[in-house]
């Protein structure tokens, strides 16, 4: 006869994982009596669970993937088993125009590709193309070149920010972070006449000087913006929900980190302090007094934190710029990659030959190759160039932070739940046109 | 709660102290090599060919038969420890004649280098090199991509397919100087295979776990599957 | 390039609106002006042109006081589709189905200049404008659009909607070709190797 009561054994793997690395079933026996069934039966068999495991599909449009970004997910229940991202899907073939368009001309397409990151990717690229000439610019233009990345890392942070707090369910800081943004393009605008795609340098130097008054723009900002920082930090840091939605998730340990080839806050969420301004530094950023956060619990809400962190110093960073701007120059005075004077191209033969030349063919860089990696808000970006002495260049490759940041994720997602993927799908902080080219 | 990471400051094994500067007027060819070149060619001197110094960077060019090797030994050896794969790729020139080179960039965090090495790959012989994943993960999707754009064939990784383009793509090899820019198809015949292609493919039997019961499906589907049937549709 | 025949001209007939009265004129209106006035977007937002979408709902320039802050991401529930930025090949069939799944009435916006033609992606893995994929009743040129190019282009919309007319069987179909209609060219008539129509604008492409 049934007894009332059912009583389960159940018997828990050490690993919690089967042969194949998945997750493994837990066989369970029951009986009506109560008591063990006489033959137990072997772990490898199906057990008759009624619930199978799910297999949805996240995307490519979906508005919390951060762009057209496909996830594969293989549920058990609301648990992740396996997370297949399927990417491609805003794949435009920039290296391959790369190798069709002059170097200035390519400036142009760094906007695109990283379009939270327009104008530091225009730095690392136009710093990439004068490693192919062996050019340093003048002082003027370094320290601008250091305003112009760090404004890019905050106005990329604050999108990082605003989107992750509408994935998590906070609308509030989406508008708060966009409105700062929106003092930044002003910015910009003043500057090189785009809100976003700024196109801000050429190889030797920058499309244009900073207008007159600019640099007090930039003082308003900089006085204003820690205001916000400070607001955001207040409603979100000690949030008990947001605490709750974001820590302990998507660990990945120092190791595993450098393995995985993470960088930016991801690596420095995990305990690795590698910045490339700091360990492989560029623009003179040895001289400038910031520090780099790092965390110790590599899950999302370390990267939320050192993000946070990051915008105080770039903020900090973008103080010491202001000060120590000296006047000069903006562009080398090296024939073989700058204009003449418009006043001598047009009345002398020569320039008006010259610049003829570099406009129609474009600079000729020597035969050579150069690799020169910045470090964006993303992570480790890197322009690689391969030059065979013609205008354009043979191989253009761009190192996307995103995409290998973004390869780590079916092992981060693992074992979590169908909402704290999107919790830690936001905390790569992606951006699909640099994930996809 | 895990416990909290140690945290891991690069140029940890570097005894000197001097801070890393940033590189002003770099020769073309005159600047110090990398320590790692010469003893990557003293511990394997049939497989380097040569080593360069461009533009401050130094680049080995190795043979193609022990790279697997050669990586482990960077990555193994306590005088070198090349822990973080940046990047994997390749270049193809526009002289025909010239072979198509596979590029790793190599960095050591505790000793703050950075290391390329090529390869070259004729093209009159198959495409193919060994992959790097089982040393470094962060290979998998950087060689897939190389896999896409050139074709070349990584040997050893685990899943080796198209990732920008989709897996029925049949124009070729995007970044190969022989594909056009434009493509090769007219673009109503491009639009015409795109929007035929099967957005849903990669729901396909190796990922679903309806592979682990397929003994226990009736005799009917089980047919219909292995026919080719996807599923999920 | 484009046609190899000449399209044989014919005259459209066209059937005046001779049913409508009063009634009829001020229910389209109000139909035509609830709709216009709560416009429900469907940001297919890919690339940068999707950051100026998300600047155009944030409170600088504010989507709401079009009754277009309700971003809805299911195309069920959705009015028209703004698609903002470059589509690539591999996602048309994902935006064909996107467009598919809408109900009517629905509309669609080409935000940028590569939704609208390619823009600076003449190459193999850009779609050369989404209007080769979905029908597109309003283009936004710009790299991006500033928020106010995309305002001016809502509000070009919106001017459409209001002059819609219920009585008109034309504007709910599905653009099925239509062989009675003057902008109709027969396959036949087709060259293939210049542009997915025939009849669309040939590019002087610049040397690649």
Not at chain 2, 39 to 52: D, K
Request: charged letters at 25%; a negative charge; aromatic letters at 10%.
């Amino acid at each position: 006869m049934a007894s009332g009561k059912r009583t389960v054994q159940v018997e828990l793997s050490t690993t919690g994982l089967d042969a194949q690395g998945r997750p493994q079933r837990i066989p369970l026996v029951t009986s009506d009596d109560g008591g063990g069934l006489a033959v137990a039966p072997p772990l490898s068999v199906e057990p008759e669970l009624e619930a199978d495991h799910m297999l949805i599909n996240l995307g490519p449009q979906h508005p919390a993937t951060h762009g057209v970004l496909r996830l594969v997910l293989e549920l058990d229940g609301e648990t992740v088993v396996r997370c297949i991202p399927h990417i491609g899907y805003l794949h435009c073939g920039f290296e391959k125009i790369g190798e069709y368009r002059q170097y200035n001309q390519i400036i142009t397409w760094t906007d695109r590709e990283d379009y939270l990151n327009s104008i530091g990717n225009n730095v690392a690229f136009a710093l990439g193309a004068e490693r192919l000439w062996g050019i340093d610019v003048t002082e003027r233009c370094t320290v601008l070149r250091v305003i112009a990345s760090e404004l890019s890392r905050i106005i990329s942070h604050l999108v990082w920010l605003g989107t992750t707090c509408i994935d998590i369910g906070a609308f509030t800081p989406f508008l708060w972070a966009f409105q700062q943004r929106e003092y930044v393009y002003n910015l910009l605008e003043g500057w090189v006449g785009a809100r976003l795609t700024t196109s801000a340098t050429r190889v030797g130097g920058m499309a244009a000087d900073i207008p007159s008054g600019w640099i007090d723009g930039l003082k308003k900002f900089l006085r204003d913006f820690p205001d916000t920082i400070y607001e955001i930090d207040r409603m979100l840091t000690k949030n008990a929900i947001w605490v709750g939605r974001t820590v302990g998730l998507g660990v990945m340990s120092p190791d595993e980190a450098i393995n995985w080839g993470l960088s930016g806050p991801m690596l420095r969420a995990s305990g690795v302090a590698y910045d490339v301004r700091r360990d492989f530094p560029y623009l003179d950023y040895e001289t400038y007094d910031f520090d780099v956060p790092v965390g110790t619990n590599g899950d999302v809400y370390d990267r939320y934190l050192v993000r946070m962190e990051e915008l105080r110093q770039s903020v900090r960073i973008l103080e010491q710029a202001v000060k120590r701007l000296p006047d000069g120059p903006v562009n080398i005075d090296d024939p073989r990659v700058i204009l003449p004077p418009k006043s001598k191209a047009t009345s002398e033969m020569e320039s008006m030959i010259h610049h003829f030349k570099q406009v129609m063919e474009g600079p000729r860089p020597p035969i050579g190759e150069s690799y020169v990696a910045v470090e964006s808000p993303k992570g480790e970006k890197g322009y690689y160039m391969v030059s065979d002495g013609t205008s354009k260049p043979v191989r253009w490759r761009i190192r996307p932070p995103s995409f290998v940041n973004l390869s780590a994720i079916p092992k981060m997602v693992e074992g979590h739940l169908l909402s704290d993927v999107i919790a830690i799908n936001a905390s790569i902080d992606i951006v699909m046109g640099e994930i996809d080219r | 709660m895990t416990t909290p990471f140690e945290i891991l400051m690069p140029g940890s094994a570097l005894t000197d102290a001097t801070a890393p500067a940033s590189p002003k007027a770099v020769s073309y060819t005159g600047a110090p090599p990398n320590p790692s070149a010469a003893a990557l060619a003293e511990r394997f001197p049939m497989a380097v060919e040569r080593t360069q110094v461009i533009w401050g960077e130094t680049v080995v060019y190795v043979r193609g038969g022990s790279i697997l090797e050669m990586m482990q030994w960077l990555h193994d050896d306590p005088t070198q420890r090349y822990d973080y794969l940046s990047d994997v790729t390749a270049v193809e020139y526009r002289d025909f004649d010239q072979p198509i080179e596979v590029v790793w960039h190599l960095r050591s965090l505790p000793f703050r280098r950075f290391l390329r090495v090529k390869t070259q790959l004729p093209k009159n012989g198959p495409l193919e090199v060994s992959s790097v994943w089982s040393i470094w993960k962060s290979a998998d999707w950087l060689e897939r991509e190389c896999y896409d754009m050139f074709g070349i064939k990584f040997s050893g990784h685990p899943d080796l397919r198209r990732i920008l383009m989709w897996e029925q793509y049949r124009e070729g090899f995007p970044l190969r100087k022989d594909f056009p820019l434009r493509g090769r198809f007219s673009r109503a015949e491009q639009l015409r295979q795109a929007l035929a292609q099967n957005p849903e493919s990669r729901y396909s039997m190796e990922e679903l776990t309806v592979a682990d019961a397929f003994e226990d499906l009736p005799e009917d589907m089980r047919q219909r599957l292995s026919k080719g049937e996807r599923t999920g549709e | 390039m484009g046609l190899i025949a000449p399209p044989e001209h014919k005259t459209v007939s066209y059937v005046p609106e001779s049913q409508e009265g009063w009634v009829a004129t001020r229910l389209d209106f109000l139909v035509n002006w609830s709709r216009a006035n709560s416009l429900w977007p469907m940001p297919f937002g890919t690339a940068c042109c999707a950051i100026e979408f998300m600047a155009t709902a944030a409170s600088r320039f504010d989507l709401a006081r079009f009754g277009m802050e309700r971003m809805s991401f299911s195309p069920r529930q959705a009015d028209v589709l703004i698609c903002a930025g470059r589509v690539p090949f591999k996602l048309a069939p994902i935006i064909r189905r996107i467009w598919q799944q809408m109900p009517q009435p629905k509309w669609a916006i080409s935000m940028g200049a590569c939704a609208s033609s390619g823009g600076m992606f003449d190459n193999y893995a850009v779609v050369q404008g989404i209007d080769t994929i979905i029908p597109v009743d309003v283009y936004v040129p710009g790299c991006p659009p500033r928020p106010e190019g995309l305002i001016h282009g809502i509000r070009l919309l919106q001017e459409k909607v209001m002059n819609e007319r219920s009585a008109d069987n034309r504007i709910r179909q599905e653009m099925l070709p239509d062989p009675s209609s003057e902008l109709y060219i027969p396959p036949s008539a087709i060259n293939e190797l210049g542009e997915p129509f025939g009849n669309s604008v040939h590019q002087n492409r610049s040397a690649p």
